[in-house]
């Protein structure tokens, strides 16, 4: 697979150490988005799009982010270990939506998007900069790929109640 696109939305000054968002298109046919760009002590690295994790309550079993101290359904007070713990003893309150499987992935990933996140920051200081991040054409027919396995792109049709890919 290759990399085929990165778009980044740079975050306003207020944020410590978080840079950028940034969405990922391989092979023009496959996007993985809120990819963030942070700044650590090395210089910015690529975090992989993730989503909070949840337990039921004990008593009306409704879902519930673990770090809630009160059930948002019935209000009574949530056990404070209901988290799982990693080696060092923090609980995990995140995980992965997507990411990639092997540290050759990650680095073109990584490479990929903060050389980009480094264009877009020199482009943002132009006069009347608009990031391309949530930029879609819908007037230009987009590029699949069809089903028959050929691996061949096809135009995708305009007429998007047709059915017509």
């Known amino acids: 697979m290759e990399i085929t696109e ?51 309550c004990h008593q009306c079993r409704s879902k519930n982010h673990l770090r809630s101290r ?45 050389e980009e996140f480094h264009q877009e920051m020199e482009r943002s200081q132009q006069p009347g900069y608009v990031s391309r991040y949530d930029d879609i054409d819908l007037d230009t027919p987009q590029p699949h790929f069809d089903a028959s396995g050929t691996g061949m792109p096809k135009v995708q049709g305009r007429d998007f109640g047709d059915g017509i890919l």
């Open 6 to 56: 990165v778009r980044i939305k740079l975050v306003e000054e207020g944020s410590d150490r978080l840079k950028a968002f940034c969405s990922i298109t391989f092979d023009h046919c496959f996007v993985v988005r809120d990819l963030k760009i942070i700044e650590g002590a090395h210089g910015p690295f690529v975090a992989m799009p993730s989503r909070k994790l949840a337990a039921n």
């Open 70 to 114: 009160y059930c948002n359904q019935c209000g009574g007070e949530l056990n404070k270990d209901r988290a799982d713990r990693d080696a060092e003893g923090r609980a995990k309150l995140h995980a992965d939506i997507a990411h990639p499987i092997n540290s050759a992935c990650r680095e073109i990933i990584q490479t990929s998007v903060v």
